[in-house]
C-alpha cells in the first residue's frame, strides 16, 4: 500500500467513523498505530497560538482520534504518544492543542492518562452556541501539550484565553 492509498484510507475511516464525519481542512499529518488513527492538522482559529504568548504560531491541533469499537484498553492513551512522538520529530510545533467534546460524551480522560495538561472549558462564542459536535471549540475542555521548552512554558504563563 502506497502512503497516499494509506492517506485515503485514514481520511475515509475518519468520515466514515468519527463522530465529526469530517476531515481536517488544511494541512494534516496522519498516524495510525495498531487500529488506531490520529491527525493532527493546523488550528482554524489563527489565534490560537497568540492565546498561549506564541508569537510565531508553531501551534498545533490534535484533529481528530479514532479506534474501532471494543478496541483494547490503553490503545488511544498509546496511540497518542505514538504520534505524539513521531509528530515532534517533524519540528513543526511547540505546542499542541486538543479538545474534548463533552456533548459527544467525551471527557478527555484520554489526554489525561497521556499526561496533557488540562486548560478547562473554552468559550462559547456566538457561531458555535448550542451546535454540540460541530467541530468547532466553543464549551469544550482544552488540553494541551508542550513540545518544545518555548511550548511548555506558555502553558503555565497567564496568556490563556
Known sequence: MTKADAYSLCRHLIETNHYLHSWPSGPAHVYVYESAVVVFGLPPNPYLAKSFGLRNGRVWLLARLWAPDGHRPNLLTEAI??????FHRLELADLLVAYADPAAGHEGHIYRAASWTALGPSKETRGNR?????????????????LTRIGKRSLFLDFRF
Do not use: I, Q, S
Not at 81 to 86: D, M
Not at 131 to 143: S, T, V
Open 81 to 86: 504518544a505514538y504520534a505524539v512522538r513521531e
Open 130 to 146: 448550542h451546535k454540540p459536535g460541530n467541530g468547532d471549540a466553543g464549551g469544550k475542555l482544552r488540553f494541551a501539550r508542550g
